[in-house]
């Protein structure tokens, strides 16, 4: 329903109600309290939403690192027993990966996508909603299962058979896979629905090649997932049935192959990670040249190279295998591939410092973060390199080295870009900026919690720790001070310097909630369109929308090149720039109206799978109130005809109305 | 509020929904009573959601006094009686009928009470017809949609049963050419007549039906009825009572690369091939309990099968006496290999041992040891 | 930037950076670096990765260690360089600068420069692959099973090496030192991953598939390593470890193996520990030679008590220096460190010297054989074997008397 592209005479935005031509199917019209968030579609809220969902359950998987890094602070751990602790890191990643960057990524995505490009909201706002719910109901049902029985307990890479009902017989993994099948429809969605609206409702003049970088990175990421889930999907859909009705496709003993499921998993497995990492990437390159005073240095580079990293990133899933036993011509080619794609990631690295290399730096906390990530990310970078050199591989692969590895990929990477980001955003999103002096603290205390966490990781996996044990003992853990115990518990305590510095950042929010002074229009001197408009932005976005003409188009209105001395001269302030577009506001502005239906919809889903689970009864109550949701969905007055909307018009429309309201 | 109709069919659904839960408690045999319980749950819940939406097609007082004039032609008491037909019919024939005409009864009353409420719903007839599209589309689409493509899949999968494979081969190459050449066309003229389109696919549907019609009238081809007599899981190790198994059955398989070993038959010599091992051996450690895959590859002129005597086990009857445990696989002509799973839970008796054999080669075997 | 300006641009950075290497940072990047590989390696880590003991492990190490070298000089670089510009391009009141838009050719130079070093590591890496992957240059074959949650080797009749009935084994895995052995693995439920760091990588046992791995000792000792793909419950505890043995001493282990089972002395112990064993014990494990009182061979049925359908074949336990896999010591402490701690021109005659009466680890196999599954992880509850149709994974609690334990011990001590 890509109704923005509309232009319907209205007396006001925002009130134009849509007709309960049909009684019972009005569109929901609260502005405020709890309804105004529940039944909203504008991409904000929703975007909002995912955010503190996202904290929530990045605190959740917070807290299961903190309770393994316990577990694992001295031999002979005695925190949790065996079947706890694999519970508990399954669903650790799970958690963080599912649960926290994607969603987290998925908010920035849907908060900042239609302000980057200059839109008044996505190309399908329902849908959108949907996402949010499903992503919602989909973590609360794979949580539900720790008080059912206990959780998941194969890890996220779930390889069979030890996936299968023998080897797992509570219903933990049920609850993952359905959980997981939930929340990738919402995934799904949401890919569709962000490459329509970057596709289609960009701004007048804004070109691809002048669109800003986080939104071309977050357009890669939807593409990736857009291919991605799918595959995930089918892997996820033959162990629900191999678990739940008695299916065999990885039964050893019927002739299956269980390699199958590692290939599925993985051909999502590895494109996840680019999923996971790209849209810090994007942050990172927003940040660091707002805060050089410098544009992205060599923008069409890291353009390309985001998009050869979504290209080549299905090409390299099997690394994750070379001790599978795939042969040697098959670990040789995986092994290239994987070379080559650290070469856009590179270049991705060597534009970011040369972005800011001969700026004017300002250090912010969102610029350190930024800069944070550079440093770190290219540690995971590099220790991801190591892994491409298959032999070396086969030693390293399983041990913590990986451990240190991803951590530095997708906390140096991915968690910093976000954490940037939302330093930097805070004052769009709430019109009130993070205390910068807590920033500071928080940002030292997570990079060197983090350091002292995952750093020696990489140590314990040289000296042979595997991972996933429960226990490590001291008969294995060598000689001297420097063995296993002594960096296990050097890793244990940074965990809790870590956790230190993210409550750090709770804090600031409460104390920054709390704080009455307002941020500035344009705090950080910002560049891209997003900064174009109020903080927080109105519920349209943009009162006209802006025609654009450079890359960076908000800072080229605030200055000039001076064509004698290669200097920038301020020529608008944005204050200036705020009260040009409220003069010339639009007056024709039609926005989505709420509705009811992307909430019920999404909560039939979680009640089908726990019938699955439990008894198929209650799932045919769950597709009751999917098939009826969907029936109101379809319904529901989305492009209404523009009677609806016409005041003036005694035609059917109105009557109809009155029979509604009998 | 809440009309009357709605009240009534909101009051079957919880009835409904108790007697469901009663008959999870009460009977033994909840499968029949759960889903027909369930099946009414459903219809109830949908009655009543069109009742209350439709205000149950009253026509409201003093609103729309001239709509009565707009009333227009309609299919749908002629669909319900249709559907009554059906249903006695079925009640004498069989339920499948019974139950299809229940469900041409159930849409037929539903789509009838739609129509005669959007009919007074205002004294324009197109807003009429807009309201009830909006009301019905939603449902109708997707139901005709699955019902024609079920169709035109059902009719295609006739067609492929019945002509032969290769037949069936360039059928499914010409069907997907021309679906291309549609695609195609479509996009080299975006402004083709609908109606044209709408005529082409029409045509091809009518097509794919019609020949569906014919193809399950004469029959799937003989090699799919003699096969489906066949047991492909634990292959017959006696004579080849058919030609029609998976001639290359490795080809389908990954596992060709980390198989135990593959068993060759060269001019009248049976070898088997391990990794590891540079001579050709003529016994194979097995492991007990551990699926292990073997291929058997054979390079003689005849077709050939590999069979593992595995001792004996006990027959089906009479009680108390032993037949020979065979496995073995399908037969392999010249050049092909078939695939052996074997999982062997013990070793073999004290004097006795395990060996493959390749029925009509003589004095040839590999022994199977099981530590 | 005009061209020259760019020429200067990049001799700057050269520079900085050699400028910021240089004094210091050189002292204090050696310091570091030492007291990295120091702790990480030097500290007799029983599997250490960067120790190689075997010629596979070398092809590995080879490869790895200037791999490593690189990756760390291209992260200082990149470190210098975002620290000398943090340094240098502080704001410090400089006006906005010129907004440019990238510099194409110096660019494309930096790509270019990492894409040729890694076309460098790919052709040595090609090579390692392929070396390790070689099957026709095999001396020996053992076949190597994984289960939850232990490894059975068996060795097949192999009469170059004496072994003229296969043997079976678990725990540990004897291997003759300057040989080459071809692992061949599976698995009879899960995936499990076999690895000796010292003398490999690692490869995966999957069920269904037999995957090959190459092994070398270059001299006697004793090699640890670890299950790596996860497994399941007591995935931490599934250990294995390799015994290099000189070709003598492997000929004298061969022959100890193949040695015919010896029946406790009449009216002894370990007699009565025979009954309790064929009562109890049999039922899953195999003691090959083992007779019932009717005079017929007792064959354990582990298939139809264990999910794995297989338990460890205790024929010669007491010449291992493990129980239960090689979850525990069947040593004492003082004993095993006697023998681990030898110097490897003895360490293969300590070795072989088995488990005496004086050294065995009663306190741990007592227990195991009190409750087992207190002592490690296991789907052994009775409640919990809905899934595998009253199949147990690993050893179920027996209910033996202290009196049957004392019989058993005496019963295993005597199976040298």
């Not at chain 1, 059912?148 to 993952?176: C, E, K, Q, R």
């Not at chain 1, 530095?408 to 939302?422: E, K, N, Q, R």
């Not at chain 2, 052996?340 to 040839?364: C, F, M, N």
């Not at chain 3, 050719?105 to 420069?113: G, N, Q, R």
Request: proline share 5%; hydrophobic share 50%.
């Amino acid at each position: 329903m890509a109704i923005m592209e509309r232009e319907i005479e209205v007396i006001t935005p925002i009130t134009a109600t849509p007709s309960s031509t049909y009684g019972v199917l009005k569109r929901p019209v609260a502005a405020t309290g709890w309804r105004a968030w529940v039944f909203t579609v504008d991409h904000k809220k929703l975007g909002l939403m995912y955010g503190v969902t996202a904290m929530f359950f990045f605190i959740v998987g917070g807290v299961e690192a903190l309770l393994i890094r316990l577990q694992l602070a001295a031999p002979n751990g005695k925190v949790l027993n065996a079947d706890l602790y694999n519970q508990m890191f399954t669903m650790h990643a799970t958690t963080m990966v599912f649960l926290f960057v994607m969603p987290m990524a998925a908010g920035f995505a849907n908060y900042f996508i239609p302000l980057q490009i200059g839109a008044r909201d996505v190309a399908f706002p329902r849908m959108n909603a949907l996402g949010f719910w499903l992503l919602l109901f989909g973590g609360i049902f794979i949580n539900l299962s720790w008080f059912l029985g206990g959780a998941a307990d194969g890890g996220w890479f779930m390889y069979a058979p030890n996936s299968g009902p023998v080897f797992s017989p509570t219903h933990g993994i049920d609850f993952w896979a359905f959980g997981l099948q939930i929340a990738g429809i919402a995934s799904l969605t949401g890919a569709i629905n962000l490459i329509v609206t970057v596709l289609n409702m960009r701004a007048p003049g804004m070109t691809l090649m002048k669109m800003p970088i986080f939104t071309w990175m977050m357009t890669v990421v939807q593409f990736l997932l857009l291919f991605a889930v799918p595959v995930i999907t089918v892997a996820l859909f033959l162990l629900s049935f191999q678990r739940n009705f008695g299916a065999r496709f990885f039964d050893v003993a019927a002739g299956a192959d269980p390699l199958l499921w590692q290939h599925l998993f993985w051909i999502f497995g590895h494109p996840e990670v680019y999923i996971l990492v790209l849209p810090s990437f994007g942050i990172v390159s927003e940040v660091l040249p707002v805060f050089s005073r410098k544009p992205l240095f060599g923008y069409p580079f890291v353009v390309f190279s985001g998009a050869a990293i979504g290209f080549v990133g299905w090409g390299v899933w099997a690394h994750h295998m070379f001790a599978s036993g795939l042969g040697p011509v098959s670990v040789a080619v995986f092994s290239l591939t994987t070379m080559a794609i650290a070469v856009p990631t590179g270049v991705k690295i060597i534009n970011w410092t040369l972005t800011m290399w001969g700026g004017k730096l300002v250090f912010s906390t969102a610029m350190k973060f930024s800069i944070g990530l550079i440093v770190l990310f290219t540690v995971g970078g590099l220790s991801g390199v190591t892994h491409s050199v298959a032999p070396s591989d086969t030693q390293q692969t399983d041990t913590y080295y990986i451990v240190a590895h991803f951590h530095y990929v997708l906390f140096g990477g991915g968690v910093l870009g976000i954490f940037s980001g939302l330093y930097y955003w805070w004052p769009k999103m709430f019109g009130k900026m993070l205390n910068e002096r807590l920033g500071n603290w928080n940002f030292w205390l997570m990079v060197i919690g983090m350091n002292l966490t995952f750093g020696p990781m990489h140590i314990l996996g040289l000296q042979g720790q595997p991972r996933r044990m429960y226990q490590f003992t001291n008969a294995r853990s060598g000689e001297g001070l420097f063995n296993f115990a002594f960096w296990n518990l050097v890793a244990s305590i940074g965990s809790f310097v870590l956790a230190v510095g993210i409550l750090l950042f709770l804090i600031n929010v409460v104390i920054t909630a709390r704080n009455p002074t307002k941020s500035p229009l344009d705090p950080w001197n910002a560049r891209s369109l997003e900064w174009m408009t109020s903080n927080p932005p109105k519920e349209h976005n943009f009162d006209v929308i802006p025609t654009v003409h450079h890359l960076d188009e908000f800072f080229h209105r605030k200055y000039e090149e001076d064509s004698a001395t290669h200097t920038m001269r301020q020529i608008a302030t944005a204050e200036e720039i705020m009260a040009e577009q409220e003069r010339n506001a639009d007056a024709h502005i039609h926005m989505p109206s709420p509705s009811y239906w992307p909430v019920v919809l999404a909560f039939g889903l979680p009640v089908i799978t726990f019938g699955m689970i439990f008894s198929h009864l209650i799932a045919v109550f769950g597709a009751i109130i999917v098939f009826f949701a969907a029936f109101g969905w379809a319904l529901e007055p989305s492009t209404a005809p523009a009677s609806d909307f016409e005041t003036n018009n005694s035609a059917p429309g109105k009557a109809l109305e009155s029979v509604g309201k009998s | 509020m809440f009309s009357t109709g709605f009240k009534y069919f909101m009051g079957v659904t919880v009835l409904s929904v108790v007697a469901l839960i009663m008959s999870l408690f009460v009977l033994d045999q909840v499968a029949i009573a759960g889903v027909a319980l369930s099946m009414l749950v459903v219809a109830a819940a949908l009655l009543g959601g069109i009742a209350v939406v439709t205000r149950d097609g009253n026509r409201q007082s003093g609103v729309n006094e001239q709509s009565t004039d707009l009333v227009s032609q309609s299919i749908w008491p002629l669909v319900t009686s249709i559907g009554v037909v059906f249903l006695a019919l079925g009640l004498v024939i069989s339920s499948a009928v019974f139950f299809g005409g229940i469900v041409i009864l159930l849409a037929a009353l539903a789509e009838w009470m739609v129509q005669s409420w959007s009919e007074r719903a205002s004294k324009d007839a197109n807003y009429n017809a807009s309201a009830r599209k909006r009301l019905l589309n939603p449902i109708e689409f997707p139901v005709l949609a699955a019902l024609g493509l079920g169709i035109v899949i059902f009719s295609f999968s006739r067609i492929m049963l019945t002509v032969d494979k290769t037949t069936g081969a360039s059928l499914f190459i010409v069907f997907g050419s021309l679906v291309l050449i549609g695609g195609i066309l479509f996009a080299i003229k975006p402004d083709m007549k609908r109606s044209l389109g709408a005529a082409i696919c029409v045509l091809g549907a009518v097509g794919i039906v019609a020949g569906g019609i014919v193809s399950a009238t004469s029959g799937v081809r003989e090699e799919l009825v003699v096969a489906k007599g066949e047991s492909h899981m634990a292959p017959e190790c006696g004579e080849e009572r058919s030609e029609h198994f998976d001639k290359n059955a490795t080809g389908t398989l990954s596992l060709r690369s980390s198989v135990s070993a593959t068993i060759e038959l060269l001019d009248g010599q049976l070898t088997a091939r391990l990794v590891g091992f540079q001579d050709p051996q003529k016994s194979l450690t097995i492991s007990r309990s551990a699926p292990t895959n073997l291929i058997f590859h054979n390079l003689d002129a005849k077709d050939y099968r590999l069979v593992a005597e595995l001792g004996t086990r006990a027959a089906a009857e009479p009680e108390g006496a032993t037949e020979k445990n065979l496995v073995c696989t399908q037969l392999a002509a010249q050049g092909f290999e078939q695939l052996l799973l074997l999982k062997i839970d013990k070793p073999a008796p004290e004097g006795t041992s395990y060996r493959l054999v390749v029925p009509g080669v003589e004095g040839q075997s590999i022994e199977l040891v099981v530590p | 930037m005009n061209h020259s300006a760019k020429h200067l641009y990049l001799k700057h950075l050269v520079t900085s950076v050699l400028r910021m290497v240089g004094k210091k940072s050189r002292t204090l990047f050696g310091v570091s670096l030492l007291s990295f590989i120091a702790a990480s390696c030097a500290k007799n880590a029983p599997q250490d990765t960067w120790q190689p003991k075997g010629p596979n492990a070398k092809i590995i190490d080879d490869l790895q260690q200037p791999v490593f070298a690189v990756a760390g000089v291209i992260g200082l670089i990149v470190a210098v360089a975002v620290i000398y510009s943090v340094l240098k391009y502080k704001d410090r009141g400089q006006p906005i600068p010129e907004q440019t838009h990238g510099k194409p050719a110096l660019e494309i130079t930096l790509t270019i420069i990492p894409a040729l070093i890694l076309a460098v590591v790919a052709v040595f890496t090609f090579g390692a692959i392929f070396k390790l992957a070689k099957t026709d240059d095999t001396e020996m074959i053992i076949n190597v099973t994984g289960q939850q949650w232990w490894w059975e080797y068996d060795y097949p009749v192999q009469n170059d090496f004496g072994i003229t009935q296969p043997i079976i084994s678990s725990g540990q895995l004897v291997l003759p030192v300057g040989t080459k052995v071809l692992l061949r693995e599976t698995s009879r439920d899960v995936i499990h991953s076999y690895w000796i760091p010292a003398l490999n990588g690692k490869r995966d046992a999957v069920p269904g598939r037999i995957q090959t791995l190459r092994l070398e000792a270059d001299e006697p000792g004793i090699f640890t390593g670890q299950c790596t793909e996860f497994c399941g419950l007591s995935h931490a505890n599934m250990r294995m470890e390799a015994v290099a043995l000189s070709k003598a001493d492997f000929a004298k282990w061969v022959a100890n193996q193949q040695a015919a089972y010896v029946a406790p002395a009449k009216d002894s112990l370990a007699q009565q520990g025979e009954a309790v064993f064929l009562n109890q014990c049999v039922r899953c494990h195999q003691v090959n030679g083992l007779m019932r009182a009717d005079g017929t061979p007792a064959i354990a049925a582990p298939d139809e008590n264990v999910w794995s359908g297989s338990a460890p074949n205790l024929t010669h336990l007491m010449s291992r220096n493990t129980f239960a896999g090689a979850s525990f010591d069947l040593l004492s402490k003082q004993c095993r460190d006697e023998v681990w701690n030898a110097p490897s021109d003895v360490i293969g005659t300590k070795y072989l010297a088995g488990v005496s009466q004086d050294c065995l680890n009663q306190k741990d196999l007592r227990s195991w054989l009190r409750n087992a599954p207190e002592m490690l992880p296991m789907y052994a509850n009775p409640t919990q074997l809905a899934a595998t149709g009253g199949k147990y994974r690993g050893m179920p609690y027996l209910a033996l008397s202290e009196d049957d334990i004392s019989k058993l011990v005496a019963y295993l001590l005597t199976l040298k």
